[in-house]
């Protein structure tokens, strides 16, 4: 039910699409089903131009014909697909599970709208209990995973444990398609993501964190589907 779920949820973010575009094409499962129904879309007519958010995403594009730029050409950015892994009532995500949150904030911040695409199961009271990806330089990562421990603690959340992101063997680091390190931070809840934010941001170290807040010239728009039924949330800019 989640996939077909997932699925629902992309074919109706292809109602935003319009010809000329240039979007940006998100990483995960359920963005990579709206990036292969946008394929038949090009195939059959559409003219597009796509800003992959990771490398995984940029091979599905080119393997399904939908025509890509680089972020360099772009000087707008009108529409980001991409999918959360949780989503709160102000529209505030986390993001990341994947990995691509820098492209992926990158991306969404400079775009007119953000569509979020998810099954009904991501939408949450409050953010916290998927893990919160915090992506952090190789150079004395420790020292920052301290630093981020201490955050979330002074961030009033109600578990605070922090995990180096690891890629099939144990011991054996995950790396970003920047070449960074995730960190993933097991919450429980997070009363305060702004205030966490700012905290995480402050250290050196930190590269991005997986709190997809409002963005200021941002509108988001959040597409949810339990399989059957659609629902749309229209958020106002900044939000």
Known sequence: MSDIAKMNAAAAALEFVEDGMILGLGTGSTASHFVRMLGERVREGLRVGGL??????RRLATQVGVPLIEIDQADRIDLT????????????????????????????HASDQMVVIAD?????????????????????????????????RESGCEGADVHLREAGAPGRPFHSDGGNFILDCACAAIPDPEGL?????????VVENGLFLAFPR?????IVSDGEAIQILEGAEGH
């Open 218 to 222: 941002t509108v988001r728009t959040v």
């Open 120 to 152: 009904r199961g991501k939408l949450v009271d409050r953010l916290g209990a998927f893990p919160l990806p915090v992506e952090v330089t190789p150079f004395g990562f420790t020292i920052t995973a301290k630093k981020v421990f201490d955050a979330l």
């Open 52 to 57: 992959p958010t990771s490398e995984a995403t």
């Open 197 to 205: 934010a700012e905290r995480l941001n402050r250290i050196p170290g």
């Open 81 to 108: 697909v991409d999918g959360a892994d949780e989503i709160d009532p102000q529209f505030r995500l986390i993001k990341g599970g994947g990995g691509a949150l820098l492209r992926e904030k990158i991306i969404a």
